[in-house]
T-cell receptor
Framework: DVKVTQSSRYLVKRTGEKVFLECVQD?????MFWYRQDPGLGLRLIYF???????EKGDIPEGYSVSREKKERFSLILESASTNQTSMYLC???????????????FGPGTRLTVT | AQKITQTQPGMFVQEKEAVTLDCTYD???????LFWYKQPSSGEMIFLIY????DQQNATEGRYSLNFQKARKSANLVISASQLGDSAMYFC????????????????WGLGTSLGVNP
C-alpha cells in the first residue's frame, strides 16, 4: 500500500512566521504535489515536483516555495505566513507515467494550518 | 467556466440503499480520464474509481460503479448498499491529454458532494 505521511495534522502559527510542512512517501513515486483545500474553492495545486530538485508552479504558487532534496520527501514552505494562508494542505504522490491518463494520486491525511 | 460540476453540495441516503452522485464535465479533448475520490472527515483523499474516455464499459470497483454517459458528458458515481462508513465528501476530477504542462497532466477538481448515510 502506498503511504503518504505529513508531519503535522494540526498547526497553529503566527503571522510572519516561517512555516515548514513536510511530506514523505514510501512508494518510490517520482511525482509529488502540494494542494490547498478551501470550502467553496475545492483543491488548488500549489506546486508540483517530478524529480529531485525539480519543481513546477501550480495554480497558486504565490507566497509559497517548495524543496525536494530527496525523492521521498517534499516540503512546502511559507516564507512569511499570512492569515489568508489558513487552510487545509494536502500532499500527494504518483508515478511518473507521463503518458498515462490513469495515474492516480495518493494523498496524505492533510495538515490543517491556522495562521493567527 | 467550471470544467467539473458537482451540482449536489450535500445529500443524505438511508443505510443499505443505493445513491448516485452527479458529475458533469466540460472538455473538447477526445482523450481524457475521470476520477472519483472520497474524503472522510479524517482528511485523507482516497481514490475510488477511474473511467477513461475510450473505455468501452462503465467502470466498477466493488460497491462503486460509474454511470458514464459520454455524449451527455456525465460521469455519475453510484454507490450500492450504502454503509455508515460511506459518509464523506466525494470529489470528481478530470485529466485531459492535452492539458500537459511542466511534466504534469493536471487534475481538475470539482467542488465535491457531502454524503451522509442515515442508520
Amino acid at each position: 500500500d502506498v503511504k503518504v505521511t505529513q508531519s503535522s495534522r494540526y498547526l497553529v502559527k503566527r503571522t510572519g512566521e516561517k512555516v515548514f510542512l513536510e511530506c514523505v512517501q514510501d512508494m518510490d513515486h517520482e511525482n509529488m504535489f502540494w494542494y490547498r483545500q478551501d470550502p467553496g474553492l475545492g483543491l488548488r495545486l500549489i506546486y508540483f515536483s517530478y524529480d529531485v530538485k525539480m519543481k513546477e508552479k501550480g495554480d497558486i504558487p504565490e507566497g509559497y516555495s517548495v524543496s525536494r532534496e530527496k525523492k521521498e520527501r517534499f516540503s512546502l514552505i511559507l516564507e512569511s505566513a499570512s492569515t489568508n494562508q489558513t487552510s487545509m494542505y494536502l500532499c500527494a504522490s504518483s508515478r511518473l507515467a507521463g503518458g498515462l491518463l490513469r495515474n492516480e494520486q495518493y494523498f496524505g491525511p492533510g495538515t490543517r494550518l491556522t495562521v493567527t | 467556466a467550471q470544467k467539473i460540476t458537482q451540482t449536489q453540495p450535500g445529500m443524505f441516503v438511508q443505510e443499505k440503499e443505493a445513491v448516485t452522485l452527479d458529475c458533469t464535465y466540460d472538455t473538447s479533448d477526445p482523450s481524457y480520464g475521470l476520477f472519483w475520490y472520497k474524503q472522510p472527515s479524517s482528511g485523507e483523499m482516497i481514490f475510488l474509481i477511474y473511467q477513461g474516455s475510450y473505455d468501452q464499459q462503465n467502470a466498477t470497483e466493488g460497491r462503486y460503479s460509474l454511470n458514464f454517459q459520454k455524449a451527455r458528458k456525465s460521469a455519475n458515481l453510484v454507490i450500492s448498499a450504502s454503509q455508515l462508513g460511506d459518509s464523506a465528501m466525494y470529489f470528481c476530477a478530470m485529466r485531459e491529454r492535452s492539458n500537459y504542462a511542466g511534466n504534469n497532466r493536471k487534475l481538475i477538481w470539482g467542488l465535491g458532494t457531502s454524503l451522509g448515510v442515515n442508520p
